[in-house]
Nanobody, 121 residues
Framework: QPQLVESGGGLVQPGGSLRLSCATS????????IHWFRQAPGKEREGVSC????????NYVDSVKGRFTISKDNAKNTVYLQLNSLKLEDTAIYYC??????????????WGQGTQVTVSS
């Protein structure tokens, strides 16, 4: 059974940084795209970023462009999301999910349990 485990969340002040990790097992990162989603209290889950299986294509929701960076290390079976210049509105539970395909098709398949990111002064 494929598994994804997020880590790296925490409490940070506005303007601070965090690096989230998504450790995978049973998922070939060189075959499947990986997404990061987030869900804030009282809001619907939204897609934040995605990286294709070969790493050549990345995309971001407009609200995080220029602040967040997705990357991956296939050898470590891990996908990262670097969060910089954090804002109060970035507070959410962040989830990683594998895609059904090698490209970012927005069809998440397997999900992690999430990691909490709280931005507060």
């Amino acid at each position: 059974q494929p598994q994804l485990v997020e880590s790296g969340g925490g409490l940070v002040q506005p303007g601070g940084s965090l690096r989230l990790s998504c450790a995978t097992s049973g998922i070939a990162l060189d075959y499947y795209a990986i997404h990061w989603f987030r869900q804030a209290p009282g809001k619907e889950r939204e897609g934040v970023s995605c990286i294709s299986s070969n790493g050549a294509t990345t995309n971001y929701v407009d609200s995080v462009k220029g602040r967040f960076t997705i990357s991956k290390d296939n050898a470590k079976n891990t996908v990262y999301l670097q969060l910089n210049s954090l804002k109060l509105e970035d507070t959410a539970i962040y989830y990683c999910a594998s895609d059904l395909y090698y490209y970012c098709s927005n069809t998440p398949n397997y999900w992690g349990q999430g990691t909490q990111v709280t931005v507060s002064s």
